[in-house]
């Protein structure tokens, strides 16, 4: 553990034309310098690891299929996010915090230490913290994170199994000839993209629920429900009916990416909000129930918003 961030793994493809481990590195992240891949490997941040053995590699280490390379991440000059997680709940077993909009739970490319997970390890002391369900960067909301290796299993398999139900509210365009179906299935696979999401033909393997709760003249907010778990299920969704949620910068179109170090518009934050998470405890056999504190944009043209269902 380094800051409270444990080390990242990376296993060497069978095929490549790579003659070292480190040519790999700079094609597999090329987010990060060749003189920052050198710096890492000269601390010895940057081994193999075979058998349970750990060996320090330089850059003329030469490639080797198979090879599994352990390295801890860095950024220079990380900028802090100016928001901060609430945490709700704590007991021996697991943590429910509450995410804002824009800070990471583990870390990615450019976040390391601004990341829910990072923050939470140094508050909580907590090394063996880890998050047993995913939710963006750009998305608020309800985060479980368990904190023993022993019992983690059983908190995983709440979401693995479907046994933890989730719900989101969104906000998206609305018009007076909508028609929304309840249930909305449909089959995603990844995009030619890296960052998205595509609806493909084929046998729907993702499904969501989904209500209005409110409109005005030309927005509404969704009560959305995953009962699966894929990869921007709800924001493809969405995007997919022709209702992309507010300031989506990937759905429907992706926009220019901010340039490396640059701050994200914190004026406009996705409006998509994991808002309430409910289980049975595993271990307890207690029902859980949470409510994200975490708030959503006032409706455009609120004043003629009207609630439509409780």
């Given at each position: 553990?380094?800051?409270?961030?444990?080390?990242?793994?990376?296993?060497?493809?069978?095929?490549?034309?790579w003659?070292?481990?480190l040519?790999?590195?700079?094609?597999?992240?090329?987010?990060v310098?060749?003189?920052?891949?050198?710096?890492?490997?000269?601390?010895g941040e940057?081994?193999?690891?075979?058998?349970?053995?750990l060996?320090t590699?330089?850059?003329l280490?030469?490639?080797?299929a198979?090879?599994?390379?352990?390295?801890l991440r860095?950024?220079?000059?990380?900028?802090?996010?100016?928001?901060?997680?609430?945490l709700?709940?704590?007991d021996?077993?697991?943590?429910v915090?509450?995410k804002?909009?824009?800070?990471?739970?583990?870390?990615?490319?450019?976040y390391?230490?601004?990341t829910?997970?990072?923050?939470l390890r140094?508050?909580?002391?907590?090394?063996?913290?880890?998050?047993?369900?995913?939710?963006?960067?750009?998305?608020a909301?309800?985060?479980?994170?368990s904190?023993?290796?022993?019992?983690?299993?059983?908190?995983?398999?709440?979401?693995?199994?479907?046994?933890?139900?989730?719900?989101?509210?969104a906000?998206?365009?609305w018009?007076?000839?909508?028609?929304?179906?309840?249930?909305?299935?449909?089959?995603?696979e990844t995009?030619?993209?890296?960052?998205?999401?595509?609806?493909?033909?084929g046998?729907?393997?993702?499904h969501t629920?989904?209500?209005?709760?409110?409109h005005?003249?030309?927005?509404a907010?969704?009560?959305?429900?995953p009962?699966?778990?894929?990869r921007?299920?709800l924001?493809?969704?969405?995007?997919?009916?022709?209702?992309?949620?507010?300031f989506?910068?990937?759905?429907?179109?992706?926009?220019?990416?901010?340039l490396p170090?640059?701050?994200?518009?914190?004026?406009?934050?996705?409006?998509?909000?994991?808002?309430?998470l409910?289980?049975?405890d595993?271990?307890?056999?207690q029902?859980?129930?949470f409510?994200?504190?975490?708030?959503?944009?006032?409706l455009?043209?609120?004043?003629?918003a009207?609630?439509?269902?409780?």
């Amino acid at each position: 553990m380094t800051d409270a961030v444990g080390p990242s793994w990376v296993a060497l493809p069978q095929a490549g034309s790579w003659f070292t481990v480190l040519g790999f590195l700079l094609d597999r992240f090329p987010h990060v310098a060749e003189a920052e891949w050198r710096e890492r490997m000269q601390r010895g941040e940057v081994l193999s690891v075979q058998a349970e053995h750990l060996q320090t590699l330089n850059p003329l280490s030469p490639y080797a299929a198979g090879l599994r390379v352990r390295y801890l991440r860095h950024v220079a000059q990380e900028a802090r996010i100016p928001f901060e997680a609430q945490l709700l709940f704590e007991d021996a077993h697991i943590v429910v915090a509450d995410k804002p909009h824009f800070l990471p739970v583990t870390p990615s490319g450019h976040y390391v230490q601004e990341t829910l997970l990072a923050r939470l390890r140094q508050a909580l002391q907590c090394d063996t913290l880890a998050p047993m369900h995913r939710l963006d960067r750009d998305t608020a909301g309800l985060v479980l994170l368990s904190k023993q290796v022993a019992t983690r299993g059983a908190y995983h398999a709440l979401f693995s199994q479907r046994q933890a139900q989730k719900i989101y509210h969104a906000v998206a365009p609305w018009h007076s000839g909508l028609v929304l179906t309840p249930l909305r299935s449909s089959r995603l696979e990844t995009a030619a993209h890296f960052m998205q999401m595509q609806e493909s033909p084929g046998e729907p393997n993702a499904h969501t629920r989904m209500r209005v709760l409110e409109h005005s003249a030309h927005w509404a907010r969704y009560e959305l429900q995953p009962i699966t778990g894929k990869r921007h299920q709800l924001r493809v969704h969405m995007a997919a009916l022709g209702l992309p949620i507010r300031f989506d910068g990937i759905y429907p179109v992706l926009t220019p990416a901010p340039l490396p170090g640059s701050a994200p518009d914190y004026s406009r934050p996705l409006q998509l909000l994991a808002k309430e998470l409910c289980f049975t405890d595993p271990l307890s056999g207690q029902e859980r129930s949470f409510i994200s504190r975490q708030q959503l944009l006032p409706l455009p043209e609120a004043a003629l918003a009207r609630v439509l269902a409780p």
